[in-house]
């Protein structure tokens, strides 16, 4: 691979380190010498993060299970790496004053306040985390856009349109076309799926991605999220957003302009190249890997989504048209219920059910503020604790 010359070393800290979206991150850190690792972050992996601690040594390593951060310490010790805990943890790292760019490899809503508070303080947000948008948009961008911070989509589709929007701020967009792999089953009809499993559903047939993520996938859920999001990253009407499968995923989205013409980004399902374009945002840095060969294409198809049989993409999309705090119950209750599929104690379809129901019983509030926002997913975590699981 071509070399760059170092003249600026960008700094990045990593909220999410040990996940799929974090481990290949630190891959294009490893492929680029002008790149450096100030901070790392995770749940409760203390094997990989103290991995991850050795070979980029952060100068500050957050793990949110405090029994784990204990484990840590002493496992780091002869480091020069502090190891801290829990929110007040995350809020630190994302206020570091080293770190140029803030990458939001988290899953959940645990994302939301660090992502503000490094927002505050002038950070740069490399976002991997749809449940910031999509439960708290209405916060993020304007104060986004008040400090003068930059919010660069990592997920492979919300890159794919900013790359196709990359000089064209004075023209218009007619429609957002995001594309859908149809995940593993696709074609299937209602019936077929009362017997799947989570082993079923993690057979992604094109991309590696965390098992949330995945099962989302499977359920149109992680499309319908990609839509409330996409409606905040690029101030467009949800009607101006349409969802296409495209399962060889090689076409990763699309922009129409109010002349007719589309605008599509194209290549291999591999996440480091929109990782790598947000961190290097406007450049183009060499990537390996492998190319399309369109020459070796058999095809590329097109259909629509079935919206009845896989029912998260269409809840969704209710969910982001009454707005306020409605989208922030369809996230909570599916993160509720896929924890639950997880764990064997619900089945496939019953991920719609519970989402639904909790739709259904929600009072809106129409301009949620952040404790409202929290204490909206607080509670709806409760119900279906005590009502489904």
């Known amino acids: 691979m071509q070399k760059t010359e170092v003249l600026y070393m960008k700094t990045i800290a990593i909220l999410g380190s040990t996940g799929s979206i974090g481990t290949q991150t630190l891959d294009i850190v490893r492929n680029n010498e002008d790149l450096e690792v100030c901070a790392l972050s995770a749940a409760s992996n203390v094997t990989l993060l103290e991995e991850q601690i050795r070979e980029f040594h952060p100068k500050l390593a957050i793990v949110y299970n405090e029994e784990a951060a204990g484990i840590l310490k002493s496992r780091i010790a002869d480091t020069a790496t502090v190891v801290k805990t829990g ?40 976002l991997a985390n749809k449940e910031t948008l999509v439960t708290a948009g209405h ?16 997920d492979s589709e919300h890159s794919a349109i900013f790359q196709c929007l990359h000089g064209e701020s004075q023209n218009r967009i007619s429609r957002l076309l995001i594309t859908a792999s149809g995940g593993p089953f696709q074609g299937k009809k209602t019936e077929e799926l ?12 094109t991309w590696s991605m965390g098992k949330k993520i995945t099962i989302d996938s499977s359920t149109l859920v992680n499309k319908g999220l990609e839509v409330l999001e996409a409606h905040w990253l690029f101030d467009v009407d949800l009607d101006q957003i349409e969802v296409v499968v495209q399962p060889q995923s090689i076409i990763h989205s699309m ?6 013409a589309v605008m599509a980004q194209l290549g291999t399902p591999d996440m480091r190249l929109p990782i790598q374009y947000a961190l290097y945002y406007p450049d183009r840095r060499p990537l390996p890997g492998d190319r399309l060969d369109f020459t070796k294409l058999a095809g590329i198809t097109i259909d629509k989504p ?8 269409k809840l969704a999309i209710e969910a982001g048209k009454t707005g306020g705090s409605m989208p922030t119950v ?12 997880l764990a064997d104690k619900i089945r496939f379809l019953d991920i719609y059910r519970i989402i ?18 929290l204490e909206t997913e607080r509670e709806t975590r409760e119900y279906i604790r005590s009502a489904f699981v």
């Open 306 to 313: 079935d919206m009845e049989t896989f029912r998260g993409l």
């Open 255 to 260: 922009v129409e302009f109010e002349d007719g």
């Open 330 to 341: 369809f996230n909570a209750a599916n993160e509720e219920a896929v924890a639950a599929f």
């Open 194 to 205: 009362e017997g799947m499993t989570a082993a079923d559903a993690l057979k992604h047939p």
């Open 87 to 126: 929110m007040e943890g995350l809020l630190e790292l994302a206020a570091m004053p080293e770190s140029d760019i803030l990458v939001t490899a988290i899953v959940g809503m645990i994302g939301i306040r660090p992502t503000i508070t490094a927002i505050e303080v002038g950070k740069d947000i490399a």
């Open 139 to 154: 916060l993020i961008m304007p104060l986004a856009k008040e400090k003068g911070v930059q919010i660069l989509p990592v």
């Open 356 to 373: 639904e129901e909790s739709m259904k019983r929600h009072k809106v509030i129409a301009h949620p503020d952040l404790d409202q926002i």
